[in-house]
């Protein structure tokens, strides 16, 4: 298994750095030196949060996608279950979502080697981020300027043209989906598929006492959120309570006959001012939405994404990962350790972002450290 320690950068930071008129020279497709990119911009999400390695040789999904509350999700559980009880599984993807056959193979082996019973959402509603089409391969454009005739000096200038137009096309489609998929959409989605585990497996989720999350690289942060303390915003005082037991004409019964709000007597359940009843002012606490959370290689995560952290959490994170900054990370680290969250971190070394996502790796480091993260996952999720 890979020790992990120290990363480099990730390959797909490649497209960010600045191209130069000299001939590329070729890069092998696992990680570049961390000097190549030291002033590249942070990107939101990368390569390998919008596209899937190719496919294990042999491995097809087992599972099944079916509506849970309205939401579709991919479903796969132990060969043995119900017969013998199991723990639930929510597992949060990345960009690629429901239907890419990496992620469903993914949730089979939390079902197949840890003994979940994996429900898996479509956090996108059908709508998986964008993969353009990549720019022209050096073989390509070869086979290109051949037929045109065009000398190597016109040939490096088409690339560099070619290469910014691809950039610029997929920033901005990328800007796009984002938009189209903030916090505001997904959070919803999440508390109706929780919602609907409950209901429908409510003996997995009661063997386990509660609900268990995996993410990778989107659903990463997800997990995170699901992970931290709850607020609730008070509660809006209703017509009637405002108006202090004035009957309305379109009412059904008086207004005065409306249940008092708990804790509140007399005139001090009708004389509310400004929104919020006198006895919901100070914002509700609730505990966290899952028992236990793993990580890995999460993206668009902030410094405050981990406040108000309370569910054990463990972390696969590559140093030098571009859209999952060290600074964050160990800011982090650091909220954890100071409000005893109990956590574990490793950190993986010459591995790219997303490694540890099923698919294919020629380079057997790369392999082993993607064995050792999905054992560190399903260890700590199993412990807890």
């Known amino acids: 298994m890979a020790d992990p320690e120290v990363a480099t950068k990730s390959p797909e930071s490649d497209a960010l750095e600045d191209i130069s008129v000299a001939e590329p020279t070729t890069v092998p497709d696992t990680v570049d030196s961390p000097s190549a990119s030291a002033a590249a911009p942070a990107p939101a999400l990368c390569d390998n949060c919008t596209s899937d390695r190719p496919t294990p040789a042999g491995q097809n999904p087992t599972g099944e996608i079916i509506k849970l509350n309205d939401i579709d999700v991919y479903v796969s559980k132990p060969a043995d279950y119900p017969h013998t009880p199991c723990k639930l599984l929510l597992l949060l993807t990345g960009g690629t979502g429901l239907h890419s056959v990496n992620n469903q193979i993914q949730a089979d082996r939390f079902a197949q080697d840890g003994g979940f019973v994996v429900v898996m959402p479509d956090l996108f509603e059908g709508d998986p981020a964008p993969n353009p089409t990549a720019a022209p391969s050096s073989e390509e454009r070869s086979a290109t300027d051949a037929d045109t005739g065009s000398a190597a000096p016109t040939s490096s200038f088409l690339d560099i043209f070619r290469t910014k137009a691809a950039e610029t096309a997929k920033s901005f489609l990328i800007d796009m989906w984002l938009a189209r998929h903030t916090e505001d959409k997904i959070m919803p989605i999440l508390e109706k598929v929780l919602d609907g585990v409950r209901d429908e497996f409510a003996d997995a989720v009661a063997y386990g006492d509660g609900i268990y999350a995996a993410g990778y690289c989107i659903g ?133 972002h997303g490694f540890a996502v099923v698919g294919e790796y020629e380079d057997a480091h790369i392999k082993e450290a993607q064995a050792a993260a999905f054992e560190q996952m399903l260890k700590w999720l199993a412990e807890h």
């Open 220 to 352: 990463g942060r997800y997990v995170l959120l699901l992970a931290r303390e709850q607020t609730q915003a008070p509660r809006k005082a209703s017509i009637s309570e405002r108006l202090g037991g004035i009957t309305l004409p379109w009412a059904h019964k008086p207004a005065a006959s409306a249940p008092a709000p708990t804790g509140l007597t007399g005139s001090e359940g009708n004389n509310q001012s400004g929104d919020d009843l006198e006895a919901n002012k100070q914002n509700k606490i609730s505990g966290p939405r899952i028992k236990a959370g793993a990580i890995a290689h999460a993206t668009l995560v902030s410094k405050d994404d981990f406040k108000g952290l309370k569910a054990p959490i463990s972390m696969v994170s590559v140093e030098n990962d571009p859209v999952f900054p060290d600074e964050v990370r160990m800011a982090g680290e650091d909220y954890m350790r100071e409000n005893n969250v109990e956590h574990e971190v490793q950190v993986y070394p010459g591995v790219p």
